[in-house]
Every structure is written in C-alpha cells, then in structure tokens.
C-alpha cells in the first residue's frame, strides 16, 4: 500500500512571489522548477526533509476552468482553504522572533497547547500555515476547549 506522502498542492497567486516567501522568508529550497508550457511545476521542501514537498499551485486554466480558478484565489485570500501546512521546529518562539524580524505577519502568537507550543502566520495569499513545537500530548482542559472556542471565527 502506501509508504509516505511526497507532495502536497499549496495555491498560490503569483509563484514568483511564492517562492520569495517559501524559500527567502521561511527558509525553503526548491526541489523543482520546471517549465511544463502549460504550467510551472515548482516545488519546495523544508531543508531537513527534502523528500516532502510542497507543490506552489497557481490555479488557473488549463487545469480548470476560469470561473473555478477566480473562486479559488478568492477562497485562498480570504483564508478559507484551511490549513496549509503545519511546520514543525524545535523552538517555537526562537521561530517565531527571527520570522516576525524578517517582517512575518502573525494571525497567532506562540500558545502552548495540549500537543506542544504553536503560532500561525498567512502567507502573502492568505494560506494558512501552523508552526508547532511538538511535545508528549498531554490532556485537554476546559481552558482548552474555552481558548478554542473564543478564537473560532463567529
């Protein structure tokens, strides 16, 4: 059957300026780069883990029709496609500081929650990205399920 996960489809609006994000801001490189005519396969992957990468998506035709690829873009600048990826670091905070110094735009500050310490940022489209410093799970409180639940969008 299945032995891992090596690509995953991020949309983005402009990959040239995804690329300065992923690979200049966040510290990527890029796997692939390539031309196709009809499209550029361009993908990422975090240094430390090379064989999992992030393909940076423009949707447009010919992979879909027009009025699909407008709804998409829209959807990804208003945050709505859920989370992009979650980025794993052994310092969340240390992150977090040399990210928001390079000029980062945070939507969450580091929190230590039942799994570890996390914060969230938005990519220059809107994309959702989660930056989490795993720990031992430990169990959920009602302060837990209350912080959760105030941050939920009403």
């Known amino acids: ?3 891992g996960i090596s690509i995953h489809s991020v949309y983005v609006h402009d990959q040239q ?8 801001t966040l510290g990527f490189e890029v796997s692939a780069d390539v031309d196709m005519g009809f499209m550029r ?4 992957a975090v240094p430390a883990q090379p064989d999992r990468q992030i393909l940076l998506e423009v949707p447009a035709a010919p992979m879909m029709p027009e009025a699909t690829a407008a709804t998409l873009r829209e959807l990804v600048t208003q945050g709505a496609m859920g989370v992009a990826a979650i980025l794993t670091t052994d310092d969340c905070r240390a992150t977090y ?3 928001r110094a390079k000029g980062v735009e945070f939507i969450e500050e ?3 929650q039942p799994y570890g310490i996390d914060c969230a940022l938005r990519d220059p489209f809107g994309n959702h ?3 989490t410093q795993p720990m031992a799970m430990t169990e959920v409180t009602q302060d837990d399920l209350d912080r959760w639940a ?3 969008p009403q």
């Open 110 to 112: 580091p929190t230590e």
């Open 129 to 131: 990205i989660r930056i």
């Open 41 to 44: 396969w361009l993908t990422v």
């Open 150 to 152: 105030a941050a939920r």
């Open 17 to 24: 300026q995804a690329l300065d994000f992923y690979v200049g």
């Open 1 to 3: 059957m299945f032995t």
């Open 97 to 99: 500081a040399a990210l």
